[in-house]
């Protein structure tokens, strides 16, 4: 029998949404109580990524508590906020290093609130970790620089785990950590056990990959921490509702997750500009749950059987039948 799946969701698509050409947003700005509240309305929404130190902070986590229990709404995930206008330069990878100790701060202090909430996974995006021009980074430096404070994050707290969600642009042109392998080669050179990937769909379409086998991949090493459901298109980081693009892909990668036991939180990182922001959650929720249904229909055995010939039509007629049987 499947498991029961727990749903999350970023705080930030109940933001105004704003991007670099509609500076107030598309939507009014919300505080956390009425982002907590929104999200407690929300069918099928069992939790919430948030982050440190905008959402949360030292000193008003006892109200991020009760928010949480007051409206339902589990909080699945703490991320460190290190990649605003102070951390232009990079955080764990720049060269100052009061900058970068002030991101290792928070990142520390992230742990800490995820802990004190009662959550074990602390995300960690390096947005500003990456360069624009060439010779403009020092590549040997700033990757010790990363490694380094990774690692000492890692000590902080044994007991919560860290996220690393790999992007391969945006803000920068490039990130450092830009991919699910070069983050899980990080992920051995330090050696940490609380040291793992989060697998976004839409950060793995940057990069011409395949969700499913990066999921894979990431499991077989120990790595998957975390996954991050939406759609793109490939070129950007679009953040469309869940299932509305690459259906086939999402079968697949709900298929592998159940494969190698993936047993986490379901998170989605949507950013709805202009459709109607609890709509859009509902839907993906409904898509993954319905997307789920047909991957839990498929059977192992047969569908390995067919891959063995490596002929895709093998595994196209059968994947068909469970599909379309209903229209014949």
């Known amino acids: 029998m499947a498991r029961e799946v727990s749903y999350t969701l970023g705080i930030w698509a109940l933001t105004a949404t704003v991007d670099r050409f509609c500076w107030d947003g598309y939507r009014d700005h919300l505080d956390t109580r009425s982002q ?32 949480a229990e007051g ?54 995006w390096l947005g500003q970790d990456g360069f624009d021009y060439p010779f403009q980074e020092n590549y040997l430096e700033a990757w010790e620089r990363i490694r380094d404070s990774v690692a000492e994050c ?50 793995v379409y940057m990069n011409r990959g395949n969700p499913a086998e990066v999921a894979t991949y990431l499991a077989k090493q120990g790595k998957l921490f975390s996954v991050h459901f939406n759609d793109a298109r490939g070129f950007f980081d679009d953040d ?55 991957a839990l229909k498929i059977d192992p055995k047969e569908l390995q059987r067919r891959q063995a010939s490596g002929d895709a039509l093998a595994s196209q007629e059968y994947l068909r039948d469970l599909l379309f049987a209903h229209i014949r």
């Open 154 to 203: 890692a000590d902080h707290n044994p007991k919560v785990n860290i996220c690393i969600e790999p992007k391969a642009a945006e803000p920068r042109g490039f990130l450092f950590l830009g991919s699910a392998g070069r983050t899980t080669a990080l992920c051995y050179e330090i050696g940490k056990d609380n040291v793992g990937v989060t697998c976004d769909m839409g950060h």
């Open 71 to 124: 409206t339902g709404i589990r909080v699945s995930a703490v991320d460190a906020n290190i990649f605003q206008k102070e951390f232009k330069w990079g955080a764990l990878s720049n060269a100052d290093p009061k900058v970068r100790r002030q991101a290792i701060d928070t990142m520390k202090t992230t742990m800490d609130l995820a802990a004190e909430i009662g959550c074990n996974n602390a995300g960690m």
């Open 240 to 294: 469309l509702m869940a299932g509305t693009v690459h259906i086939w892909d999402t079968i697949e990668f709900l298929y592998y997750l159940e494969q190698v036991g993936y047993a986490g939180w379901y998170g989605f990182d949507i950013f709805p500009y202009r459709e109607d922001l609890k709509r859009c959650v509902e839907l993906s929720i409904r898509n993954i749950r319905d997307l789920r249904a047909i």
């Open 36 to 67: 907590f509240e929104i999200a407690g309305s929300i069918e099928g929404l069992d939790g919430l990524i948030i982050q440190c130190p905008n959402v949360v902070n030292t000193d008003n986590v006892k109200e991020i508590k009760a928010l």
